[in-house]
């Protein structure tokens, strides 16, 4: 009998530095916030609607661009994603003030619009139920070191050449990957060359009919909007997204004007709760992966490390809010970040789970509402800030937020599908 191939493997390194890239181009604006605003006087509450203009265009374009990957291809809609946010981020140097780095934010976030929805879909069509919850959490550790990577590289950058150059240089490097990405991949793995029979029959070995994934542009519209499993699991990773952007947008900031390190120790200190979250990724794409052969239990295995994950994140966050060592308060925000972040890949293998030929539009419904939170997490901080003078009242919201999180992770159900839904209510 042959062995199986795998070019899997070749698609997990595709994602990974697809990641790799994705978040270091939308963490560039967070690292160099402070020379941008140092030249052109930007105000907190300017601050945060620029770190917010990028993730409102993000959420609404996420189910069309999920939709698009489900109807037209990961192949074709990761291409053009790639394409359109690299031109967008190149043109971000070229900006002049306020009103034009907001446009160019929104129309990035138009652009990378979903590139995640899509990734869930390659992963769905080329692993194994079994193995998604692992590729899913490549795609994540890729996250996190393109993010570990943004700021100490950004600022070293700024000290060279400044900040325009820098998002110059970060934009070309996505239409390399978009260049590799169009030659190697196909939506299929049984279309390419370098899949044997015994890879597919690993492949297929517990998936739905191959005339079920043909028809996955077949939308149940109505199902989709009054799914109350759906609304649990788009109401979880709100808290997500909440959670996130604040890593993502404030901070360098936070470490830098609420702290007082040095531009120096806000390098690493930045890069920290990225590298913790490597961690966090691997391990909680492994543990429900581990749990779900264990047990068989879906909900202990994705809704329980969810729960878990969130429940010492808020912990750690209002730790963040009391202590008064600066040192401990970075050490204590990576650490709640980490336990956010074994929370991820349990949250998209549900929507492999729930959603099966819909997974893309599943992905991009729940991506869209995780992104409502990340849109308003910014614009939260720059009116304390400004209006309050409150550097901890973000951390208390933050921690509420996931609070009520824990709630929908409880009620969410990962072995009830959205696609049975649609069945029961045609």
């Known amino acids: 009998m042959n062995h199986p191939t795998n070019a899997r493997r070749t698609l997990l390194w595709l994602i ?11 963490l560039c604006i967070s690292a160099a916030m402070p020379a941008m605003a140092a030249e052109f006087g930007f105000s907190p509450e300017q601050k945060g609607w620029i770190f917010s203009a990028f993730t409102f265009a993000y959420a609404a374009f996420e189910i069309p661009s999920g939709w698009l990957g489900d109807r037209f291809g990961a192949r074709v809609a990761l291409a053009r994603i790639v394409i359109w946010w690299s031109a967008f981020t190149v043109l971000t140097g070229a900006v002049v003030g306020f009103w034009s780095l907001l446009v160019i934010r929104f129309l990035f976030g138009i652009g990378e619009a979903g590139a995640f929805p899509n990734i869930a879909r390659a992963v769905s069509r080329w692993f194994p139920a079994s193995q998604q919850g692992r590729g899913m ?66 492949i297929r070995a517990d998936r739905v009919s191959e005339a079920e994934l043909q028809a996955a542009h077949q939308i149940p519209w109505r199902a989709l909007f009054t799914s109350g499993n759906l609304l649990a699991i788009c109401l979880m990773y709100f808290a997500y997204g909440y959670g996130l952007y604040f890593y993502i947008t404030w901070l360098p900031t936070y470490l830098l004007e609420a ?4 531009i120096s120790s806000t390098k690493w200190l930045a890069a920290l709760p990225w590298l913790v979250s490597a961690l966090g990724f691997w391990f909680g794409g492994w543990v429900t992966d581990w749990l779900v052969r264990r047990t068989g239990n879906l909900k202990w295995a994705r809704c329980g490390v969810g729960a878990i994950g969130y429940a010492l994140s808020a912990l750690g966050l209002l730790l963040v809010a009391r202590v008064e060592d600066r040192l401990l308060a970075a050490l204590l925000l990576a650490l709640a970040f980490g336990f956010q972040t074994t929370t991820i890949s349990a949250a998209w293998a549900v929507c492999l789970d729930v959603g099966r030929r819909n997974a893309g539009v599943v992905t991009g419904f729940m991506n869209t509402i995780g992104n409502l939170g990340g849109a308003l997490a910014p614009i939260v ?13 973000p951390f208390y919201v933050m921690a509420a937020v996931f609070a009520v999180g824990v709630v929908m992770w409880l009620l969410v159900d990962p072995r009830r599908s959205v696609l049975a839904d649609a069945v029961g209510s045609a």
């Open 16 to 26: 990974f530095s697809l990641t790799v890239i994705t978040y270091l181009d939308r």
């Open 137 to 202: 959490s490549v795609s994540f550790i890729g996250l996190a070191v393109g993010s570990a990577m943004s700021v100490p590289l950004v600022l070293t950058l700024l000290g060279w050449q400044g900040w325009r150059w820098t998002f110059v240089e970060a934009g070309l490097l996505g239409v390399g990957w978009a260049w590799a990405w169009w030659r190697w991949f196909r939506d299929l793995p049984e279309e390419h060359p370098s899949v044997n029979d015994a890879e597919l029959q690993l």
């Open 259 to 262: 702290r007082g390190f040095s």
């Open 381 to 393: 901080v720059g009116y304390s800030v400004q209006r309050w003078h409150s550097w901890t009242l």
